[in-house]
């Protein structure tokens, strides 16, 4: 089967098309003939190398999420999947692949009427928006920002928060053009990147979710209301300045809350529930994804090109 290796860490250039022979499935695994293969942030941070501590070598397939239909099952795997659609989470490897194996726990079945492009486009991110705005606790009348609204964590979160009945809900990207997309989404204020608005803004937020961290997180924390809560979930921006929790302390007075949330808490079953609810709702047509391109597998590189340069909307999907 054909997958796509890094052969260099560094940038997409590095990675290349290679026949190796289709994985075998474990016991408890299954294993996927893909038809959408998801690229997410996270393979563009291992690909550059960020995180060759954590074990992962050249010659690594990346992608973690894929659709398509299940092709063979491992020992103690029910035989009835074979030939569903579904929709895997592959851990941080092997999706760049016509074949791909999963641990069953970590399959969904997908309705019909939901593509594969749909599924990997809201299937890790849409949990992370739900559970980031549970962790918020986040009630309906209250004011919402989602920064880096413009990925797919992101524009599932402002549909969510505006569904739920937020007062408002702002959000920053850096051009016009996916301001006016976002609003389509849900959103009711457009910041640029820095958090200036227009002057109808809201003076601060009850509640703000964070696909971005980097040096101007500190700017955000100033714009929590009493008793607001600033939930970091992605950091696409890179860390945050290491005393930027002299920040809150500054505020003392307006108990604020801050905290970092990953999906890899929330119980698999409790993930599995949500993500199957909004599979159905993105079917019916309740919850939108945003696929920005869909480019065939060999082009692994270009869509990695494409993520580097900032010109995602939503997310890139590959196809083999
Ligand atoms: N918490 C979890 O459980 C979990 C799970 C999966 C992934 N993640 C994390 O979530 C992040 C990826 O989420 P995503 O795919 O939704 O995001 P994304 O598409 O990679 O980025 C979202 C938006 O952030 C803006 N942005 C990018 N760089 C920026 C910068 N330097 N400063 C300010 N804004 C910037 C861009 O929009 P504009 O150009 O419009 O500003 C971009 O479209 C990664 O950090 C990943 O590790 C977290």
Do not use: C
């Not at 099952?73 to 760049?96: C, K, M, N, P, Q």
């Not at 918020?136 to 969510?160: C, D, H, K, N, Y």
């Not at 905290?259 to 599995?272: E, H, I, L, N």
């Amino acid at each position: 089967m054909k997958a796509v290796v890094i052969r260099t860490f560094g940038d997409p250039g590095g990675m290349e098309v290679v026949d190796v022979p289709a994985p075998v499935p474990a016991p408890g695994q299954l294993r996927i003939a893909t038809e959408a293969i998801g690229v997410g942030g996270v393979d563009a941070v291992i690909r550059r190398g960020t995180l060759a501590a954590y074990g992962f070598r050249e010659g690594h397939v990346l992608g973690s999420e894929v659709a398509g239909r299940v092709a063979a099952v491992g020992e103690g795997v029910d035989t009835s999947w074979i030939g569903r659609r579904v929709w895997a989470f592959t851990g941080l490897s092997g999706g760049y692949a016509e074949q791909a194996v999963a641990a069953v726990e970590d399959v969904l079945a997908l309705p019909d009427d939901l593509t594969g492009a749909d599924a990997v486009t809201l299937g890790g991110s849409g949990v992370v928006a739900h559970f980031a705005l549970e962790r918020a606790r986040f009630t309906p009348g209250e004011t919402v920002l989602v920064r880096g609204a413009a990925g797919s964590i992101g524009i599932t979160a402002v549909q969510l928060a505006a569904r739920r009945g937020a007062s408002a809900v702002a959000v920053t990207t850096s051009s016009v053009d996916r301001g006016t997309r976002l609003r389509d989404l849900g959103a009711t204020h457009v910041l640029d990147r820095t958090g200036e608005g227009g002057p109808d803004t809201p003076l601060g937020f009850d509640v703000v979710i964070d696909v971005v961290g980097g040096p101007q997180l500190p700017l955000f924390l100033d714009k929590l209301n009493p008793n607001g809560r600033f939930v970091a979930v992605g950091v696409v921006g890179g860390q945050p300045p290491a005393d930027f929790g002299m920040r809150l302390m500054d505020a003392f007075r307006k108990s604020l809350s801050f905290a970092t949330f990953s999906s890899d808490t929330v119980p698999g079953p409790d993930r599995q529930s949500v993500r199957s609810s909004q599979f159905a709702d993105a079917a019916h047509g309740d919850l939108r994804t945003v696929v920005h391109e869909v480019l065939p597998l060999d082009q692994a590189a270009l869509a990695h090109h494409r993520m580097d340069a900032g010109e995602v909307f939503g997310r890139i999907v590959l196809a083999p």
